[in-house]
């Protein structure tokens, strides 16, 4: 049997108050108008569905008080390091989204707490737990599920998904669902249906895993595009030794895109010896971020996906090590010798 638990975060009695007086104008007003509607059952669930969203829209007006109700998890805060300040603006811009859901079946609950994500990365977290304390679930335990993308085409380029361990719970862990988004430039959503069907222990090198429990547990996530800020550059800088032309840097908070001049980038190849149409990989990544004050920001190299386009450009996309606050940034710093690009006067 399944068991579908909703929880609300707590919230000041203010908040609490306002959304029941909201409520009860609304319900007054809707009683007015259905009067002599027969209300039976589906059409009382959407009623009450809309009385809340439309009572929550009156209270909170923007999506600031959001950021007071969405408490991070701390799975995600390591995965996407940065402050309180900049957890609560990428809830306030919607990259990142309060997903709690939780279905209980066969002795296993799993509960979908948040998603982050741009027009580039997808993050989805999960929360796994055993209800029988022998059952240890760890980075060697993985889930069985299957996706439905409701008739679209998959989002993604690449997917992948893995176990974190939790250090206080041995039958508890979190699962996490992320991956690459195919078309950057799509304005329509997507919702990705995934339907869990066993939690498994990895079997020993390429075997199948062996089943530990089995269920249903389906959950539904919306993958959405969140634009970055677009930078028309053109100007140009030492990249291994080599001149290249950057016409335009796209950033947000968690990814950064880079289109260099597609003939200045084949003769980088050439003269390294490199064959992008071979698979190797190029010399170019931001290594760092300028700020306006001065600081610098040193970024691993967590490259995604390089090419050139259809016009000839060649371009880069990489997921930054932490969260970068976009509207103070001055200038990137590309490649090994961390060659800056000034941005700052380039808004598009």
Not at 71 to 93: C, I, P, T, Y
Not at 125 to 153: Q, T
Not at 191 to 203: E, I, P, R, S
Not at 222 to 248: D, F, N, R
């Amino acid at each position: 049997m399944n068991r579908a638990d909703w929880e609300m975060p707590e919230v000041p009695e203010d908040v609490h108050q306002a959304v029941l007086e909201a409520l009860k104008k609304l319900d007054t007003i809707e009683d007015n108008a259905e009067r002599k509607i027969d209300m039976r059952g589906k059409r009382y669930k959407k009623r009450v569905t809309l009385l809340i969203a439309a009572a929550m829209t009156a209270i909170l007006g923007t999506t600031v008080l959001a950021t007071e109700l969405f408490s991070w998890n701390e799975r995600a805060e390591e995965v996407f390091d940065s402050n309180k300040e900049l957890q609560d603006k990428l809830v306030e811009d919607e990259f990142a989204k309060d997903e709690y859901k939780s279905v209980t079946n066969n002795g296993l609950s799993i509960t979908s707490l948040q998603t982050i994500q741009d027009e580039n990365y997808f993050y989805a977290l999960f929360e796994v737990k055993a209800e029988d304390p022998s059952i240890v679930i760890d980075e060697n335990s993985d889930m069985e599920y299957r996706i439905d993308w409701g008739g679209k085409e998959n989002p993604f380029s690449m997917r992948e998904s893995q176990f974190i361990k939790k250090e206080d719970e041995e039958n508890s862990g979190y699962f996490e669902i992320y991956g690459q988004k195919a078309d950057t430039t799509s304005t329509e959503d997507t919702v990705m249906n995934v339907h869990f069907t066993a939690l498994q222990k990895q079997g020993e090198k390429a075997a199948a895993g062996e089943n530990v429990l089995t269920g249903e547990w389906d959950f539904s996530v919306t993958i959405h595009q969140i634009p970055g800020t677009s930078y028309q550059v053109e100007k140009e800088c030492q990249i291994a030794g080599y001149s290249v032309l950057v016409h335009e840097v796209r950033i947000s908070p968690l990814t950064v895109t880079v289109i260099c001049d597609g003939n200045d980038m084949r003769a980088l190849e050439k003269g390294q010896g490199l064959s992008l149409d071979q698979c190797d990989v190029l010399p170019v990544w931001v290594s760092g971020l300028k700020y306006q004050d001065g600081t610098v920001q040193t970024e691993e190299n967590r490259k995604m996906t390089e090419g050139y386009d259809e016009e000839g450009n060649y371009f880069m996309t990489g997921r930054f090590s932490s969260v970068a606050e976009v509207e103070k940034i001055k200038a990137i710093l590309l490649g090994e010798d961390m060659a800056e690009v000034e941005i700052l006067q380039s808004k598009n």
